[in-house]
């Protein structure tokens, strides 16, 4: 299991949907409860941020690997989980 590092900001509509459906998929598939994700905040860890390739928030890499950036939907952020998953 891979930990899923999460680019957001606060203030990111978008991201807090992400978190939502995160919640969501964690209620219904029991395994992803225990996937760690790590939340960043790209304004508060600015040398991060600017080392990472990506324009939009929420960003999802796993084991360094960009598998979502923008817009979330409950079947992407699943991709996400997905992918921690594997070995």
């Given amino acids: 299991m891979k930990e899923v590092l ?26 992803y409860k225990n996937i760690p994700v790590k939340m960043v905040n790209e304004d508060e860890d600015t040398e991060l941020s600017e080392s990472l390739d990506y324009w939009y928030v929420p960003t999802f890499y796993v084991d360094g690997k ?15 989980f997905e992918g921690a998953l594997k070995e």
């Fill in 66 to 80: 960009k598998l979502h950036e923008g817009v979330p939907t409950k079947e992407k952020i699943k991709k996400v």
């Fill in 6 to 31: 999460m680019m957001k900001l606060e203030s990111c509509p978008y991201c807090h949907q992400a978190l939502d459906m995160m919640e969501e998929l964690k209620r219904e598939q029991p395994e």
